[in-house]
């Protein structure tokens, strides 16, 4: 008789239990603990269910950009996890800091995995990413970078070549696609000594369709460790559940073909090109702090971050200054002033004669921040003080470029595109701009070490686009409602983001100018 009751008063102990538990915890975590005081839902307090959730769904730039309206500068956005936004944050968790730094979240993981327990540069910690960074900066500094301009010039001539041929057909251009063509082939000879072939062949290569998908991948892994931690079993299991089977085959290839192409080129020793492997090998300190299998990581992470994250702003900014009319006309008198023929656009002149040029740029990243996802970093030991805050040591902390760069306590008018802005003095009503909140790069030690590519490469080749073409967006019905898909007032919700932002399509009218 006594253990007749067991089957049904068992069942109901263990779901009593768990019951308990989970009450008990939500409780803690709304009432008792360290981050109690932070405002935000109360959802997101005690799970990270919600956050997991948008940012699997390519939605937690405008998530949060909510939150941050409503809760305001500091949201708690998971149980143990805060949000900032206002720009003194930015040196506070990112920054030189004096003592223990603040390392990355173990819940981020990067376009390159850990390989043979080696990893690159993008997960690297301490004097491990110092080793690394120092490395690899002699291969991406001004001078190195300056000397390959005879690189992008050429594949700017392929790129003018093949609107030209548009023209010529009546046709219009996806000038996503073709960004990613000319950014693709560009990051191919600078890493490698030879272009991918997009342009070439008019259309993105198996290994040019693969890039996304990298990104891609890393944040579904991301929000899957949100929610059943690192490295354990359930994390493992959910992954083999949820990954999408294309996004991981893609990712493999990606992964694959920037391994043996490494491979090639580190054999080749001989080689001419003064690509990114040359400076590594030729520069004594690099060659022997990298080991093959950390360069090999490096030029994963280099294929897809050096091409796609320029190509999403240059996607922004030509559909900003088309829809901005006189932006667009400011442009053209701009350059057609200072450069009086195609020679005279060089990375000098593009670099320090076109301080328009520049504001616009800065203003479209601004808006359109090509890694628009939260950057966490984790409080070390004893605490730091963060934009006025006290934080307990053990605390996620983040600043999301999307939500600073549109935050109204940051920006006057944030949803417009307002180039001046970032010309001092020009107009008064952004004298209060707090323009150090927009770091589209990152800050600190360990911001974006493409950040000067990426800026010459926009400025060139926008430089040659506006000296050489007259340029509209396509109204026709197919195009419009591809190309509103970028408008200010709807980007939050249009726009999804899966660690850089997946652009729509931009449709594109060009004709050569009107008077050579």
Excluded at 225 to 249: C, H, I, N, Q, Y
Excluded at 284 to 295: G, M, N, R, V, W
């Amino acid at each position: 008789m006594i253990f007749s009751s067991i089957p049904t008063t068992w069942p109901t102990a263990v779901l009593t239990l768990l019951a308990t538990s989970l009450l008990l915890r939500i409780l803690y975590r709304l009432l008792f603990h360290p981050l109690k005081s932070f405002p935000g839902p109360w959802t997101h307090k005690v799970t990270d269910l919600p956050s997991a959730w948008k940012l699997s769904n390519g939605e937690q730039h405008s998530h949060y950009h909510r939150l941050a309206q409503k809760y305001g500068s500091v949201v708690r956005v998971a149980p143990n996890e805060l949000l900032f936004t206002g720009p003194d944050a930015w040196e506070d968790i990112y920054g030189y800091r004096k003592g223990k730094v603040m390392e990355k979240s173990p819940i981020f993981i990067g376009v390159a995995s850990p390989m043979n327990g080696y990893v690159g540069v993008g997960l690297a910690r301490g004097k491990e990413h110092t080793r690394q960074r120092k490395a690899l900066a002699p291969a991406l500094s001004k001078n190195a970078l300056y000397g390959q301009e005879e690189i992008i010039q050429r594949h700017i001539s392929a790129l003018l070549a093949a609107l030209r041929r548009k023209i010529e057909g009546g046709e219009v251009a996806n000038m996503s696609d073709y960004y990613s063509f000319i950014t693709f082939d560009v990051i191919g000879e600078l890493s490698y000594g030879e272009p991918f072939g997009c342009l070439a062949q008019g259309s993105a290569t198996e290994w040019a369709k693969s890039i996304i998908h990298v990104t891609v991948f890393a944040t579904y892994d991301q929000a899957i460790r949100r929610v059943a931690g690192v490295d354990t079993w359930l994390r493992s299991l959910l992954v083999k559940a949820f990954m999408p089977a294309e996004v991981a085959k893609w990712r493999t290839l990606h992964v694959v073909k920037s391994k043996e192409k490494t491979l090639e080129r580190l054999a080749n020793k001989s080689s001419p090109n003064k690509d990114v492997i040359h400076h590594l090998l030729s520069n004594e300190d690099s060659a022997k702090s990298l080991s093959p299998t950390e360069i090999i990581l490096n030029m994963i992470l280099f294929a897809s971050a050096g091409s796609e994250t320029t190509s999403i702003t240059l996607s922004a900014w030509t559909y900003l200054i088309l829809t901005h009319p006189p932006v667009y006309r400011r442009l053209i008198a701009e350059i057609r002033s200072v450069c009086s023929s195609p020679e005279s656009i060089t990375v000098d002149t593009v670099m320090s004669s076109l301080p328009y040029l520049g504001a616009t740029l800065h203003e479209a990243l601004r808006l359109f921040p090509p890694g628009a996802v939260a950057m966490q970093r984790v409080v070390p030991a004893g605490g730091a003080v963060i934009d006025g805050h006290y934080v307990p040591a053990g605390t996620t902390v983040a600043i999301s470029p999307w939500v600073a760069g549109r935050s109204s306590k940051n920006f006057f008018a944030p949803d417009r595109f307002c180039p001046e802005r970032w010309l001092k003095g020009e107009n008064e009503v952004f004298e209060n701009d707090r323009l150090s909140a927009s770091k589209p790069f990152g800050h600190g030690p360990k911001k974006c070490i493409g950040e000067d590519l990426s800026f010459l490469e926009a400025r060139l080749i926008l430089s040659h686009l506006l000296w050489a073409f007259e340029m509209e967006l396509c109204g026709e019905e197919e195009y419009r409602r591809d190309n509103e898909k970028w408008c200010l007032d709807s980007t939050p919700e249009t726009i999804r983001l899966y660690q850089v932002l997946l652009k729509p399509n931009l449709w594109v009218r060009f004709r050569e100018r009107e008077a050579l």
